[in-house]
């Protein structure tokens, strides 16, 4: 197994090293954009899809829609630069909302990323799976499939480190931004030489009829989805070279201006080729087509959009361990998520994620346009209060507070705009989310409930009171008569005042139990032996009863109480498989009992 989990992780990481694991602007954007960069693939799509359940003809209006989009992008991109300089320790949403609106604001919002990180990984892999699909006809109905494996690669692949998945994203990033600007180049070009005739389905303009500004709202909503993953470098600074809060505003800044470029352009080349959405192909897919043809720059379109579309659940892989980490570190969170593992990443955080995002996969069948609903509902409540939250401290701070918090302003209102769009016209498909919110709420304050009650037990008085007892009680666990009980009985006798040698008879072989005890005792005279019988095949329950009365007696008599289990270890791990487990289930059942010490004898076998 060991040799296994270094085939696949490789080899432990020094603590030292941690700042070679540093990124660098280039390899930071490849690392943690993926996100937003990919929801090119699907953004214009999920306007139009919405646009076209009045009429084909309403496709026009995706135009004005993506310039409201690209006003909340550049509001969006001008607060989390403030919020990387204000906080450069990380923690984006959740430390903006906590130390700004107070504990419940801030777990809300850090609840509602936790979702969203797992619902990224879930769409982007489901995009990513459509596109290969796409692609390849033949591989149509495996895209559930096609998603899970995705999961389990990327995972592995953070699970080496960030500086090896940087490398490796660099790849497919790096390649998908240059193929899509070349499709808009390509397709400008074309429009401006007159070479490429409008095929709009409607001019702007057009009264289109049956429109209404809910339909209008619900396309923006489904737009918008584009944005998600922005505020993903705001929680992921200290993974940036020094000075880390410079290098992620302008990490940021790139992004937000490649994303701004190719969200609009894809629009508007979409809307000028009057691509309709089909079930089987994608927009994209057919934008691609449109420009390039059915030829060899199509198919490297398709093939590198599948690899950002999987690539793309990276960004929830890079921040969703920081965000647990800051959790368990509040206490709202179990502590093992604060553990780095041998390449330095919270491993916990990284195989929580996966595991999380394959159950919305197979909950949701790999449908993305189900699952985008709640992929935007759980960003855009904390893109909401980490913009309020920022007001707040600009408001505190006093001078020039409004000019300063103008971008945040603007980003919040529109992103409570959002909100209360997708509730109001997104209701069936976004209320799962209010029901896992208050049931994450709960844990949380449970979780930290607990680690205060510990704390609190566990704390030193002012005067230490130390007992001390008159003698130790030790009870040997046995078996068959064999090796391990002598050493085991050997280190009984040299801590205990009085050792009880003590055995289950299942009667099931009188005979047997019988030879058991005689052997005992001819072997061990001195050492009391007794046997205990047990009519339902089980030993763990009679083992606890005679425990208890033990100690009882024990207590009574200002002793300890010490079990010893014996137990041998095979020559090689996997020989483990072979034999029963009862000492490691004596040992948890017994780890319940008050005032009694248990201790493990091993002895190791040599073939």
Known sequence: ??????????????????????????????????????????????????????????????????????????????????????????????????????????????GSLLIDYMLT???????????????????????????IIIVVLIMMLNLRGLRESAAFLMVPVYTFIAIITLLIIVGLVKIALGMAPLHATAVPGTVVPGITIALLLRAFSSGSSSLTGVEAISNAVPFFKKPHAKNAAATLTIMATILGFFFVGITFINYWYGVVPKTEVTVLAQVGEAVFGHGVMF?????????????????????????AYNLAKDKFMPHLYQDRGDRLGYSNGIMTLAAGSIILLLIFQGSTERLIPLYSIGVFIPFALSQTGMVIKWRKEGQAWFRKSLANIIGAAISYGIILILFFYRLGDIWPFFIIMPVLLIVFYKIHEHYHHVAEQLRLEKEVK??????????????????????????????????????????????????????F?????????????????????????????????????????TVVIPQFVPKHRWQNILHNQTSLRLRFRLSWRENIIVSTYSYHLKK
């Open 521 to 561: 005792k001819e072997k061990f005279p001195d050492i009391r032996f007794s046997v205990v019988h047990s009519s339902y095949r089980s030993i763990e329950n009679p083992i606890i009863r005679y425990v208890d009365i033990v100690s009882k007696k024990a207590r009574q008599l200002n002793y300890t109480t």
């Open 1 to 110: 197994m060991e040799y296994l989990k270094r085939l696949l992780v490789g080899k432990p990481l020094k603590s030292a090293e941690n700042d070679e694991q540093k990124l660098s602007r280039f390899a930071a954007l490849a690392l943690l954009s993926s996100d937003a960069l990919s929801s090119i693939a699907y953004g214009t799509e999920q306007i139009v899809v919405v646009l076209v359940t009045l009429s084909t003809a309403a496709i026009w209006y995706s135009l004005p829609i993506a310039a409201f989009v690209i006003v909340l992008l550049v509001s969006l991109t001008l607060s989390y630069r403030q919020i990387i300089h204000a906080y450069p320790h990380g923690g984006g949403a959740y430390i903006v909302s906590s130390e700004n609106l107070g504990e419940k604001a801030g777990l809300v919002a850090g």
């Open 466 to 519: 130390m007992k001390t007892y008159d003698g130790n009680t030790v009870i040997v666990l046995v078996g068959n008569v064999t090796q391990v009980n002598v050493g085991a009985l050997n280190y009984a006798q040299s801590i205990g005042d009085y050792v009880l040698a003590m055995h289950v008879s299942l009667d099931e072989d009188i005979v047997k139990e019988k030879e058991i005890e005689r052997e």
């Open 121 to 147: 990984v879930a769409v982007s892999v489901s995009a990513g799976a459509e596109a290969i699909t796409s692609a390849i006809p033949a591989l149509y109905g495996q895209q559930v499939t096609i998603s």
């Open 299 to 323: 198919y490297i379109l398709q093939f590198a959009t599948a690899l950002i579309l999987a690539v793309a659940a990276n960004t929830g892989f890079s921040a969703f361990p920081v965000l």
